[in-house]
């Protein structure tokens, strides 16, 4: 049995979004693309904005927050399977097909797929030279151990904000923390907390991002690294409070008292 693929983009501010479009509609498994706009006026091209699988939600009454918009989007989904997307990728038939076929031969389970590597069509882009973080989870017997390091070089850039699974996964996560705002590690949030609850974690396929610079990134011209690194702080004091669930969920998550979580940075 196939069951609806449905894309989330949360989109401000980016021209980019029609090349995301264009390369999410010729997809075959994709049933509905939904931007979650926050722009007062569009900067979608006309020729595809009322393709029947494009689905456009006025979201600019709100302040833009990624975790906001795609909460929204995840609470008011149509679809069974969800993938997604930031509002500068270009994606392909092999990969979408590798990853929706995952998660609709197990739509039983607790399993999240994320891309494996993002290539970047500018390759001397800042994004490549900038030091990225990696968590790691390890579990043995009663102890929960997440492990921060830092990758100076790492070979591949991995697209853990790119993932896919079941509405009713992501909603059994109570989706993202939206108290990480602007950019940067709410995508590790949501997958460490996965990784503590029991679910599995798998990579695959390939994309390729539209390079820019850092102010695109973070719409307050704050640098990233401040950003990302006052998420990891809020990140890792809520998950040492045993608030596992994202902010669709209000209940503390159901592990044992008996267990001990500890993070490291180094």
């Known amino acids: 049995m196939n069951n609806s693929l449905e894309v989330l983009i949360p989109l401000k501010q980016r021209v980019s979004i029609n090349k995301t479009i264009l390369s999410l509609l010729e997809i075959k498994e994709i049933s509905l693309i939904t931007i979650l706009s926050g722009d007062i006026k569009s900067n979608i091209d006309d020729k595809i904005k009322n393709n ?39 994606w392909n038939q092999n990969t979408i097909t590798s990853i929706y076929t995952t998660i609709n031969n197990n739509l039983h389970k607790s399993l999240i797929v994320y891309i494996q590597e993002v290539k970047e069509t500018d390759t001397d882009n800042n994004a490549l030279k900038r030091p990225r973080l ?63 609850l029991g679910y599995a974690i798998k990579s695959m396929g390939a994309v390729s991002h539209q390079s820019h610079g850092d102010d695109v990134r ?7 690294l401040i950003t990302r690194n006052r998420n990891i702080a809020i990140s890792n004091q809520m998950i040492l409070a045993r608030k596992l669930y994202g902010s669709l969920r209000e209940e503390v998550a159901l592990i044992s008292n008996d267990i001990l979580i500890t993070v490291e940075e180094i």
């Open 52 to 90: 029947s699988k494009l689905r456009i939600i006025n979201y600019s009454q709100y302040p833009f927050s990624k975790t906001t918009y795609l909460n929204y989007g995840i609470k008011n989904s149509v679809g069974d399977i969800l993938l997604m997307s930031d509002a500068d990728i270009i």
């Open 134 to 196: 990696k968590p790691t989870v390890t579990k043995v017997g009663n102890k929960i151990h997440i492990n921060i390091i830092k990758e100076s070089s790492p070979s591949k850039r991995p697209g853990c904000g790119l993932i896919c699974a079941t509405k009713n996964n992501l909603l059994f996560l109570g989706g993202y923390n939206e108290q990480l705002k602007e950019w940067g590690w709410e995508d590790q949030d949501l997958l460490i907390r996965a990784n503590i």
């Open 218 to 224: 973070n719409l307050s011209q704050k640098s990233p």
